[in-house]
């Protein structure tokens, strides 16, 4: 699986964005897929995942309820929905793949083989 992020960009804060992950592969309707984020000097952090069908999603505390993930499986694409931006949401945001099969849990970074390039979101105050 070949994973590309886009939709970053400069916003003010209260503002929105949309991050999409377009996959390749026929087999992305069977992966969980995550996004994760990295600011400068700190560790990459969870934000949001979804499962294979899209039946289950979960966050992180800090963005629940401002941010949605969804997928379209048949354009191969997941999105973040960004609503209420904040300065502390600055970062570089990546979006994963993996089954996660055998117990593998959504929140972990390590749990997902497969990472896009990242795309930048800079909120400003």
């Given amino acids: 699986v070949q994973l590309q992020a886009s939709g970053g960009g400069l916003v003010q804060a209260g ?9 390749s592969g026929r087999t992305f309707k069977s992966y969980g897929m995550g996004w ?6 700190k560790e990459r ?4 995942a979804i ?7 979960y966050y992180a505390n800090s963005v629940k309820g401002r ?3 969804s997928r ?8 973040l929905q960004m609503n ?25 970074a390590l749990n997902y083989n497969y990472w896009g390039q990242g795309t930048q979101v800079t909120v400003s105050s």
Avoid: H, M
Wanted: proline residues 3%; glycine residues 12%.
């Fill in 45 to 48: 952090e969870f934000v949001a």
């Fill in 15 to 23: 503002g929105s964005l949309r991050l999409s992950c377009a996959a």
């Fill in 84 to 108: 209420s931006l904040k300065p502390e949401d600055t970062a570089v945001y990546y979006c994963a793949a993996d089954l996660l099969d055998g117990g593998r849990d959504y929140y972990t």
């Fill in 36 to 41: 994760f984020r990295q600011a400068p000097g």
């Fill in 67 to 69: 941010f949605t993930i």
């Fill in 51 to 57: 499962s294979w069908g899209g039946g289950s999603t």
């Fill in 72 to 79: 379209d499986n048949a354009k191969n694409t997941v999105y």
